[in-house]
């Protein structure tokens, strides 16, 4: 099963507050780009993967789509989810996407944002996609940590004797579990390469056809500061995929 940490209460008080908790997918600095992966909504039925707040179910209901349903593990994201959705014909449920079945075939997009990292079997992730797409084929498009920022267990930066800030990397080629620290202690996350998730996605048909290393521009930054690390590794990477129809 997988780890459970937004239902600790600490981490999700905490977790409220950082601005794509606050503020849905405006909140986002990479939405703009994962945006423009998206397939044309209307009249698609699609499936969330870790809503979390349901921010992006929102945003596909108001794009009319046909059906919209979140899935997550944290009993406290789905309240928050159902509060913030209201009377909006959008359905959650609680599940551990390690075991999830989606219904197949019930679904033309799957969309799964910042969850991935959080789950051991990537590979079953993928064949439950391609499960939930069914023979009709349909959409990938996903956001997960990117490699460089995952194969270390706590990030970090070094500063060069000539005052050049740079990042530090250690055991990428070493895929599997990592512990680390972000508002609490021992999150379980796992690293695996890029091309170890690209070709994971093609073994089951989901080929890929965009990918973004996800790095701030001059533009973010100048509204953003903060960002200014986003300029010297990727922390995300974004992925759209498509699953060919058989039938």
Not at 46 to 60: N, Q, S, T
Not at 196 to 203: G, K, S
Request: hydrophobic share 40%; charged share 25%.
């Amino acid at each position: 099963m997988a780890q459970n940490i937004y239902d600790e209460p600490t981490f999700f008080d905490e977790y409220s507050q950082i601005s794509r908790s606050r503020l849905g997918l405006p909140g986002a600095p990479e939405w703009p780009d994962v945006e423009a992966m998206l397939p044309p909504l209307e009249g698609l039925r699609v499936l969330d993967l870790g809503c979390g707040f349901g921010a992006f179910d929102r945003y596909a209901f108001e794009k009319r789509a046909a059906k919209v349903h979140g899935v997550d593990l944290s009993l406290k994201m789905l309240e928050e989810a159902r509060r913030r959705t209201g009377e909006l014909s959008i359905t959650y449920e609680r599940a551990d996407l390690e075991r999830y079945e989606p219904d197949p075939g019930a679904y033309d997009l799957v969309y799964s944002a910042l969850a991935v990292h959080y789950l051991a079997d990537f590979d079953r992730f993928c064949a439950m996609v391609v499960r939930a797409l069914g023979p009709s084929g349909g959409d990938l498009v996903l956001t997960t940590e990117h490699p460089i920022w995952a194969s270390r267990a706590n990030p970090d930066f070094r500063t060069d004797p000539d005052g050049t800030r740079v990042f530090a990397i250690v055991d990428y080629a070493v895929e599997g579990e990592r512990k680390t620290e972000w508002l609490m202690t021992d999150i379980v996350k796992y690293h695996r390469k890029l091309s170890t998730m690209i070709t994971t996605m093609q073994r089951h048909g989901l080929m890929l056809r965009a990918i973004n290393e996800w790095t701030a521009t001059d533009e973010h930054l100048a509204a953003n500061p903060r960002l200014i690390d986003e300029k010297t590794r990727p922390q995300l990477v974004l992925m759209a995929a498509r699953l060919a129809p058989t039938t």
